[in-house]
Structure formats: structure tokens, C-alpha cells
């Protein structure tokens, strides 16, 4: 009962006290009217009427940067009264003899008041912007709360897509070519062991599981490049050996890597006659190539072409293509393929692509290192996929530069 009574008396004493804090405002801007007043009085005679008029509008002007609009149009009231008794002949009285000293007493009341006016305006502009402004810190600090606690989200989900992204590295690329191995020399030193007489091979069986494990140790490695190639890109890290080199070594050496692994492909080439030498890390370009083309193959059917283009394009560049038939890239996640762990077959039942979606996250890295783009189109003549990549030719005094 007693709380509920002190909650209905609360804003009945800050009103109270509301009402007191006004009142002192007034009576402090008499006082200053006041006081001013009564020291210069006494030198009613000898000081000029303008200059007591002066002084008191400072007074008025300060009542008004100090209080509210109301203390300073009382102020002013005062302050006229007081030049008129005091100081505009005769003294001591509230008339006026001469009609100039209305037309200044006039002059100073209209002053006075205005200015006390605008002085009180400005005053609550002011406090207007210092609240706005205030409130405009709190709503930034508010966002900046939002936008970090934002950002911590987003990075712990993509902490545990990497997580899993990882794991299903660990359980595919890495486990199954292990599995393979060890299953491959596991056999080999069974062979002609004690109790394992029917375990004989003959010399292809043992020729073909020497293949499994170099094959499986192949993809072991390049895994393990692919993902210290990435860690180099994304740190600006990878180092480049530039050199002159023909676009038709480039072609052949991808094609040439292809040919030992995929049999069951067709390759077309289609290079332009007379192609340049780039100035570039062939190496590296020669594996972003043959990551393409080999990432077309994976996707292909049995028996499918890979056609690979390669010509002059503007801007004195060299543009290298692979179109394929595979199932297609919609168009929706074309730009997404280039995210590192992104798979676009990943839930495609008639592929037997595996792999952790580094390739063309390595192969964009690759290329704009070098000042070059990628992108996927549509193919054309048939084709279904069209993977474009192109890169500067160079020119004599990037050589320069690059052997400084």
C-alpha cells in the first residue's frame, strides 16, 4: 500500500520541484537585471543611456543562453522599466520628457525582446542537435552491436561449414585412397605367405595393384597441393616464375597430363593458328587447365568429347576455353562453383566426381594472381558447360619488370 502511494506521489514532486526550478530562473534573471541596475545608478549622469541600454541586453542575452525563453522576456520587461527609471530624464520617475528617448526606449524594448527570443531559440537548437546527436551515437553503437554480433554468427557458421567440410575430406579424400592403398599392399605382402598358398598373382595382377597405389598416392598429393595452394592464395603468398612461353606448350603439356588418366574422353582442340607466347607462369597455368579439363571429364558421359579452344582475344589477352557434356551448371550457383569447398554435383546420383571443391577455387586464385578472369557460360555447338579463362599476353617491359 505504502509503495503504491509513493508511486502516485512521484510525479506530483517532480512536478513540484518542476515548478520551483522555473521560479529560481526568474528570479535570477530579476536579480542579474537587478544588480546590473544598481551598479551603474549611481552614474546615472555621467554614463551614456546607449551604454546602459547595451549592458542590459548583454544581461538579457545571457539570461536567455542560461534559462528559458519566458526569464528572459521578463528580463527584458525589467530591464526596460529599470533604464526608464533610472537613467532616461526625469530620473527616478516612469515618464519620459524628451520624445527621442521613447523612440529609444521603444527601440531597446523590440531589441531586447527579440534578441532574448532568438537567443532562447538557438539555445533549444542546440540542445535539439546535442540530443539528436546523442541519440544518433546510441543508434550507431547499437548497430555496430548488431553488425558484430552479425558477424560472430556468420563466422561460426561458416566455422562449421569448414568443419565439415574438412571431416568429409578426411572420410573421402583421404581415407579412400588410403584404403586403397593398404588394401593394394596388403595384398602384395600376402602373396606366398604361410597359409596363403592360393594367394598367388601373376604378373599383371601385381602390375595393376602397383598402379592402384601410385594412382591413390597421385591423388593423395595433389590434395595436399591443392590445399597448400589455396593457403597461398588466400595469403598472397604464391610465387610466381614468369617466363616466355608458346600457348601451344601450355595446351600440350594439360593435354598430355589429361591423356594418362581419362581413355574413355575424346579431346578437340581447337587452337588459333600462329598463337603468341604469354608472358606468365606456365606451370601454374598449365595446372589450371588441366584442372578444368579434367573437372569436365569427371562430369562427362562415356565416350563424350572435351573441346578445347584457345585464341587472341582484345586488349591484347589469350583466352582459354573447355566446353563439355556434362549435366550443366545453372546458372544460379555458376559463380558459387568458384567458393573453395562448393561442389555443384555434390547431390548429383549419376556422378562419380569426388573430390573437396578445391579445383576452381585454386584456379580463380591462379588467375588473378596473374591478372586474368574466369567465368562459366553456356557452351556452344552442342556443348552444355563453357569454362573461360583469359590472361594477359605481356610485353617486353613486364619481362623487365619481372627480372628486376
Request: charged letters at 25%.
Amino acid at each position: 500500500m505504502s509503495e503504491t502511494l509513493l508511486r502516485k506521489d512521484m510525479p506530483e514532486s517532480g512536478h513540484v520541484h518542476s515548478i520551483q526550478s522555473r521560479a529560481a530562473q526568474y528570479a535570477l534573471a530579476i536579480l542579474a537585471v537587478g544588480v546590473v541596475t544598481g551598479v551603474m545608478a549611481p552614474f546615472a549622469g555621467q554614463i551614456n543611456s546607449t551604454t546602459v541600454a547595451l549592458v542590459l541586453l548583454l544581461v538579457i542575452l545571457l539570461a536567455a543562453a542560461a534559462f528559458e525563453s519566458g526569464p528572459a522576456l521578463v528580463a527584458s520587461f525589467v530591464a526596460v522599466l529599470c533604464l526608464n527609471f533610472f537613467f532616461l530624464p526625469p530620473l527616478y520617475t516612469l515618464t519620459i520628457a524628451d520624445s527621442q528617448n521613447w523612440v529609444a526606449l521603444i527601440a531597446f524594448m523590440v531589441t531586447a525582446m527579440v534578441a532574448g527570443q532568438l537567443s532562447a531559440y538557438a539555445k533549444r537548437r542546440a540542445e535539439e542537435s546535442e540530443s539528436r546527436r546523442i541519440e544518433i551515437a546510441r543508434l550507431y553503437d547499437e548497430l555496430q552491436g548488431a553488425f558484430a554480433e552479425a558477424s560472430k554468427t556468420e563466422a561460426l557458421r561458416q566455422s562449421e561449414q569448414l568443419k565439415s567440410a574438412l571431416l568429409d575430406a578426411v572420410t573421402h579424400d583421404l581415407r579412400t585412397p588410403l584404403t586403397s592403398i593398404k588394401a593394394s599392399v596388403t595384398t602384395l605382402l600376402e602373396e606366398g605367405k604361410l597359409g596363403t598358398e592360393n594367394l598367388q598373382l601373376d604378373s599383371e595382377a601385381r602390375t595393376e595393384f602397383l598402379e592402384i597405389i601410385n594412382e591413390e598416392t597421385d591423388r593423395l598429393n595433389n590434395f595436399i597441393g591443392g590445399m597448400v595452394n589455396l593457403a597461398r592464395i588466400q595469403a598472397g603468398d604464391l610465387h610466381l616464375r614468369k617466363s616466355w612461353t608458346p600457348v601451344d606448350d601450355i595446351v600440350r603439356n594439360a593435354v598430355d597430363r589429361f591423356g594418362r588418366r581419362f581413355s574413355a574422353v575424346r579431346l578437340i582442340l581447337d587452337i588459333e593458328e600462329e598463337s603468341p607466347a604469354v608472358f606468365a607462369d606456365a606451370d601454374s597455368i598449365t595446372e589450371v587447365l588441366f584442372s578444368i579439363i579434367d573437372n569436365a571429364a569427371k562430369y562427362s558421359p562415356e565416350n563424350a568429347s572435351i573441346r578445347v579452344a584457345v585464341k587472341r582475344v582484345a586488349e591484347e589477352m589469350i583466352e582459354f576455353s573447355v566446353e563439355d557434356h556434362g549435366p550443366g551448371i545453372d546458372i544460379s550457383i555458376r559463380e558459387r562453383v568458384f567458393d573453395k569447398f562448393f561442389r555443384a554435383a555434390e547431390n548429383d546420383t549419376h556422378s562419380t566426381a569426388g573430390g573437396l571443391g578445391l579445383g576452381l577455387a585454386i584456379a580463380r586464385g591462379i588467375i588473378e594472381t596473374q591478372g586474368g578472369s574466369i567465368w562459366i557460360t553456356d557452351g556452344r555447338d552442342g556443348y552444355v558447360t563453357r569454362v573461360t579463362f583469359k590472361i594477359p599476353i605481356g610485353d617486353d617491359e613486364d619481362a623487365e619488370t619481372a627480372f628486376q
